[in-house]
């Protein structure tokens, strides 16, 4: 079933399972908790006929995945509050400058110590649609707008290119508030009656997968890697759908030889994830299109895409969304070919964006112009032992350059934070309009 709306969603699971688990939860004494489909959709529409008598029209969602998390967040959708998911790994004073640039006049399950603007001030601009962050910057004009409909049908386009039912357990292990974790850890499964186990953060991560006898895990490459080095894939597991990047040979080869599937997806935030899933091919960076997916090929080897899942929009930038989005067809930035059977093949980014290796996309300009304030112009950022790295010419002692980073990474997420300082003799190399040369740079090392 195609579905148009969260309330779609929730009653359909009512409907359809009833008292079959939709969330799982282990507290903490280690018991598990469930929560049945009938249950779970009545509560979400008891909060959400609460919330429908508050007098704000944006909700902001914040903290880690939990029932009220999940409850909060189909509630306010359906009584029709602009809904905004705010990254709880972000510096407390960058979050409190997102609640008042964004006119949030309510941050649910919990307030938090957070100052919201005066309910009842905002006007209520697209009620019931979800604003998430790409994963490329937190800024505000990089924030999209998706509609409940596209974030439905993202979780359609999955079921149709890999089932989960009624037998599956999908353990919610990335962050909600991520367009990847939402749609394919929490949408995708409780729209096709898989149960969802809801993870318990970074200190669980060994534990959850086979706490939970997880039977899907949707993974980005350092997870997966992890997981497989401290032999945390659970004997249940019979599907791993990545993410993000693709993992190394030695992981790919080892996941098969366990007997399980590996897919890779692609996705961006603008069409609410789900564009191509690699399904049928021994290659799986060879993506499959999903069913409302339609690709080209630019001249210059851009992949653009038009799909039923598109956003609204960017908020508040009408110029920047007419950049990418035009006549319904987005250009992703992303290059990439189409092969004899039409599977596409991802080669890199247009842009100077930097994919770390959790999935977190970083936008190079922006970030190495904070570094250039204290530092100059000689610094670079590049991937280095998989963890995000600083080059800087020699003209800086060592001493300078790490105070320079630590200033950086007070204000990051910890996923976007450096990890390693690299110095190399002289200048750092350029073309000769000045542009740096990134290849250059990474062979310096």
């Given at each position: 079933m195609i579905y148009t709306n969260f309330k779609e969603i929730i009653e359909g699971g009512k409907r359809s399972f009833g008292d079959h688990p939709a969330l799982s939860m282990i507290d903490s004494s280690g018991s598990v908790k469930t929560f049945s489909y009938a249950a779970f959709c009545d509560r979400v529409l008891a909060r959400a006929e609460e919330l429908k008598q508050e007098n704000c029209s944006c909700v902001g969602i914040y903290g880690s995945a939990s029932l009220e998390w999940i409850t909060d967040f189909f509630a306010a959708a359906i009584a029709d509050k602009r809904t905004v998911l705010l990254d709880p790994t972000l510096p407390r004073d960058k979050t409190q400058e997102l609640i008042t640039l964004f006119g949030i006049e309510k941050v649910?399950?919990?307030?938090?110590?957070?100052?919201?603007?005066?309910?009842?001030?905002?006007?209520?601009?697209?009620?019931?649609?979800?604003?998430?962050?790409?994963?490329?910057?937190?800024?505000?004009?990089?924030a999209v707008v998706l509609s409940q409909r596209a974030l439905a049908r993202s979780a359609w386009n999955g079921q149709q290119m890999l089932a989960c039912g009624v037998n599956d357990v999908v353990a919610a292990m990335l962050p909600l508030n991520h367009v990847f974790g939402l749609v394919c850890t929490l949408l995708w499964p409780l729209s096709y009656g898989a149960t969802v186990g809801i993870g318990r953060g970074m200190r669980f991560y060994t534990e959850d997968p086979a706490a939970y006898k997880t039977t899907i895990l949707v993974m980005v490459p350092t997870l997966l890697n992890y997981l497989f080095a401290t032999e945390s894939i659970n004997r249940e597991c019979h599907t791993v759908l990545l993410g993000a990047?693709?993992?190394?040979?030695?992981?790919?080869?080892?996941?098969?030889?366990?007997?399980?599937?590996?897919?890779?997806?692609?996705g961006l935030s603008e069409t609410a994830s789900g564009l191509a899933i690699s399904v049928g091919a021994d290659d799986p960076?060879?993506?499959?299109?999903?069913p409302d997916t339609k690709i080209t090929i630019a001249e210059d080897g851009e992949v653009l895409v038009e799909t039923e899942c598109m956003m609204e929009g960017y908020w508040h930038m009408p110029e920047e969304t007419a950049s990418v989005l035009k006549d319904g067809v987005l250009k992703t930035g992303d290059l990439g070919r189409l092969d004899e059977q039409g599977r596409l093949h991802l080669l890199g980014r247009k842009n100077d964006v930097l994919v770390l290796s959790n999935g977190e996309k970083l936008y190079?300009?922006?970030?190495e112009a904070t570094l250039s304030e204290q530092l100059g112009d000689e610094v670079a950022l590049v991937i280095m032992y998989d963890t995000l790295t600083l080059v800087a010419g020699n003209d800086r002692s060592e001493q300078e350059v790490k105070k320079a980073v630590d200033a950086f990474n007070e204000k990051?997420?910890?996923?976007?934070?450096?990890?390693?300082?690299?110095?190399?003799?002289?200048?750092?190399?350029?073309t000769a309009t000045g542009k740096?040369?990134?290849?250059?740079?990474?062979?310096?090392?």
């Open positions: 649910l399950p919990s307030a938090a110590g957070f100052v919201t603007v005066t309910s009842g001030t905002q006007e209520p601009e697209y009620p019931g649609c979800i604003v998430i962050f790409s994963s490329g910057t937190t800024a505000a004009n990089k990047a693709p993992c190394s040979d030695r992981v790919f080869k080892a996941i098969k030889q366990m007997g399980i599937r590996l897919s890779y997806g692609y960076a060879a993506l499959d299109l999903c190079l300009p922006e970030a990051q997420p910890i996923g976007k934070r450096i990890m390693n300082i690299r110095i190399i003799p002289g200048k750092l190399p350029r740096l040369k990134r290849w250059k740079v990474e062979e310096c090392l």
